[in-house]
């Protein structure tokens, strides 16, 4: 159980590294020094969501967007097959931004302890929750109006792998510093708030053919779902997960932190049968 429950921490690892070392790979490339296989390779190549807006922006005028390769467009399609069958799993396992934010937040727990994810009122969260996808809808308008990926001029994901060299956007460093220290109080603040990927993916939630799913007759009500969940959802009241912020981290699951095994378990179908006095109960 303890080898299964640090696979999450094995992946997130592995892809920071490996997008790191593009990063690196793409400075050292301009002066000859880069390793030949991946010299070429670079952040607009690999950000999946360039493949959102270069489409948008096929489809309606015809041309691909500045700096967007085809690459983008092949990982994006991959995302979205595993979030029809998976949900967003790329932004729980994958997004290199996303696990530095985690790796701040636990530095963060340490620092103020139960006060770590409090500091926002509930009320408050209940309404910037929705201002991704206000930064999702302006992201693609700009860029389809101006054929060029303005998002990467602000985005802290570009600038997390290029702070080091002359590619780097000022207001992008600015905006990852503020996620870096809104991370000490708060987990994921830039998934949780202004991601307009991770808008976008969160819509497979509703329509996800494998889905997180609680067995009311196991559940002893311990909340402990509810506190491992990094995006701040409340699980220990749903039969079934379908928040748009579910970033598919397994987290919540028995494996990892409900106490009572096959009670929080990632499952497949429209509804899961529970043993109940008075007949089946769907989620």
């Not at 790979?25 to 270069?54: K, M, Q, R, W, Y």
């Not at 860029?143 to 998002?151: D, H, I, K, V, W």
């Not at 990927?197 to 329509?207: D, E, T």
């Not at 220990?236 to 397994?250: A, P, Q």
Request: glycine share 8%; aromatic share 10%; hydrophobic share 45%.
């Amino acid at each position: 159980m303890k080898k299964k429950s640090k696979l999450r921490l094995y992946v997130q690892i592995f892809f920071f590294a490996l997008i790191g070392l593009i990063a690196i790979n793409h400075t050292l490339a301009e002066s000859g020094l880069g390793i030949p296989l991946i010299a070429d390779a670079s952040l607009h190549a690999i950000c999946p969501f360039g493949g959102v807006v270069t489409l948008y922006n096929l489809g309606t005028l015809g041309t691909f967007i500045s700096k967007i390769h085809m690459s983008s467009v092949i990982l994006m399609t991959l995302v979205f097959i595993l979030a029809i069958l998976f949900g967003p799993v790329f932004c729980g396992w994958v997004c290199p931004l996303g696990s530095f934010q985690e790796w701040i937040g636990k530095l963060g727990k340490k620092i103020l302890g139960k006060r770590f994810g409090k500091v926002i009122p509930q009320k408050v969260d209940n309404v910037l929750k929705y201002f991704r996808y206000v930064v999702l809808v302006w992201v693609v308008y700009v860029t389809a109006r101006s054929g060029y990926l303005m998002f990467a001029e602000i985005d802290p994901y570009n600038a997390l792998f290029s702070f080091w060299s002359s590619e780097v956007a000022i207001p992008g460093l600015i905006v990852l510093l503020v996620t870096m220290g809104a991370s000490l109080v708060i987990s994921r603040p830039w998934c949780r708030y202004a991601c307009p990927y991770g808008a976008l993916l969160g819509l497979s939630n509703k329509v996800r053919i494998f889905g997180i799913k609680r067995n009311e007759s196991t559940c002893i009500s311990c909340k402990k779902c509810d506190t491992s969940c990094p995006m701040g959802i409340v699980i220990s009241d749903k039969t079934k997960v379908t928040d748009l912020r579910c970033i598919s981290c397994m987290e919540c699951t028995s494996e990892k932190a409900c106490p009572i095994p096959d009670t929080v378990n990632l499952m497949n179908g429209l509804f899961i049968s529970v043993p109940k006095a008075g007949g089946e109960v769907k989620a």
